[in-house]
Structure formats: structure tokens, C-alpha cells
């Protein structure tokens, strides 16, 4: 088992995020192992533990957004985006 730097301590949620969750946030060891990650409701969640020093925690993981749509439109979306623009005042 791997001994607890005193001069460092157990780091806070906002620390252990800016490492990006790859240290233990006790002994700050890279030295960790984590389950699957487990979907309930809207929350992502993942059990992790330090081999060095037997601390256990969970991970939460939040949605920040999304990347790279592509969108394939059908020939529906296409109509009503035709309705649409002729809608519009022409300039």
C-alpha cells in the first residue's frame, strides 16, 4: 500500500476534474481501476479504486453538449422547408 503525501492531501471534486479524473483523489496515484459505466435516468456513473491505496469512489460524468451532427434530411423536411421559405418575405 502506497503511503498518503501529506503535503498534497485529498484533493477536491473541482482538482480531481481539472487531472481529468486520471489520478486518485487521495494518494494521487495514477495507479487506479474503474468499472463500466453504469446510465441511469440522466446520470452516468462509474466506480473506480486506487490499487495503491484501497480508496474507492464513483465517478459522475454530466452532459456538456454534443459534436459533430450530420443531419440527412428526407424529402418530408425538404417540402416543408420549401413551405416555409415561400413564407418568407422575398428581398
Not at 495507479?31 to 464513483?58: G, K, P, R
Request: glycine share 4%.
Amino acid at each position: 500500500m502506497k503511503k498518503l503525501k501529506k503535503e498534497k492531501g485529498i484533493m477536491t471534486e473541482e482538482e480531481y476534474a481539472k487531472k481529468d479524473g486520471m489520478v486518485c483523489p487521495v494518494c494521487h496515484s495514477r495507479n487506479i481501476s474503474s468499472d463500466a459505466i453504469q446510465t441511469s435516468d440522466s446520470e452516468l456513473t462509474a466506480d473506480v479504486s486506487c490499487l495503491d491505496c484501497e480508496a474507492t469512489w464513483t465517478d459522475s460524468y454530466k452532459l456538456s453538449g454534443y459534436s459533430n451532427l450530420t443531419v440527412m434530411f428526407s424529402k418530408p423536411i425538404v417540402k416543408s422547408v420549401k413551405r416555409f421559405t415561400k413564407c418568407l418575405p422575398k428581398i
